[in-house]
């Protein structure tokens, strides 16, 4: 779990975490920096992800 894009100035005293979407599959890595790309790789599609969720549900709502 990443938490992306957060601006928040202390940790919150609870948080819910709700899954929405699988982005790879489990993986060793080879070295920190193999991670580290991953990791970029992996937010770019969670934004990506999150950026077309809220599209739908913007197209949704002028359904209504």
């Known amino acids: 779990t990443h938490v992306l894009d957060s601006n928040l100035k202390k940790p919150p005293t609870s948080l819910s975490i709700a899954f929405l ?35 739908v549900n913007r197209y949704k709502s002028t359904l209504s």
């Open 21 to 55: 979407h699988r982005l790879r599959d489990e993986k060793k890595f080879r070295s920190i920096g193999d991670l580290r790309k991953q990791v970029l790789t992996d937010c770019q599609r969670a934004r990506r992800f999150f950026s077309l969720f809220k599209n």
